[in-house]
Nanobody
Framework: VQLQASGGGLVQPGGSLRLSCTAS????????MAWYRQAPGKQRELVAN???????NYVDSVTGRFTISRDNAKNSVNLQMSSLKPEDTAVYYC?????????????WGQGTLVTVSS
């Protein structure tokens, strides 16, 4: 199982970025897909997740600014980030969780750096 994330970069405050994550080797449509982030000196935190039925959930700090979406046909999950703030600067990680007969299968993608700075 692999998750390949892309789309990070440098953006000015108030700008937008779109992160993408493509999964391979898993039953994507049964997985809860999520984006986490870890800022320097801080713990990794959940930013948003999207359930297999497409229902999204967001941490309060990004509600109204970020949108998570999934495309089960393409095995992909995206995070559209708008009105970015310097405090959104972090390494963003794609995450997949899927229940199996052996327990919860959790996979992390490599991080992609988002820097919000003028």
């Amino acid at each position: 199982v692999q998750l390949q994330a892309s789309g990070g970069g440098l953006v000015q405050p108030g700008g937008s970025l779109r992160l993408s994550c493509t999964a391979s080797g898993t039953v994507f449509s049964h997985s809860i897909m999520a984006w986490y982030r870890q800022a320097p000196g801080k713990q990794r935190e959940l930013v948003a997740n999207v359930l297999p039925d497409g229902n999204p959930n967001y941490v309060d700090s990004v509600t109204g600014r970020f949108t998570i979406s999934r495309d089960n046909a393409k095995n992909s999950v995206n995070l559209q980030m708008s009105s970015l703030k310097p405090e959104d600067t972090a390494v963003y990680y794609c995450n997949s969780k899927r229940p199996t007969v052996s327990g919860l299968l959790e996979v992390w993608g490599q991080g992609t750096l988002v820097t919000v700075s003028s």
